[in-house]
């Protein structure tokens, strides 16, 4: 990646702490009533993977290999880690 490139994940973590269950319960009111108004699709047909690590050890293994990350969580399970490679210019 070049000198001040951006890198950008979205991914799927799994739930594993009592306010990552606690947080996708609470979503669970809002997200359906979402979908129906926006016309979702419940199976797209996409293979999906067992869900293995919690956003906990993710944003560990972010701090770890790409220090600066910021992983932010979303709507289903989602993810986003966003990093800007140093040295760009200012």
Do not use: C, K, N
């Amino acid at each position: 990646m070049a000198p001040g490139g951006r890198l950008t994940v979205v991914g799927l973590a799994a739930s594993a702490s009592v306010w990552d269950w606690i947080v996708s319960g609470l979503s669970l009111l809002s997200i359906p009533m979402a979908g129906r108004l926006h016309g979702e699709t419940r199976d797209i047909g996409v293979p999906v993977a067992r869900l293995r690590e919690s956003l906990a050890e993710i944003r560990r293994a972010a701090a770890l290999i790409l220090p600066g990350a910021r992983v932010r969580r979303r709507f289903y399970d989602r993810y986003t880690l966003t990093w800007d490679r140093p040295g760009g210019r200012s």
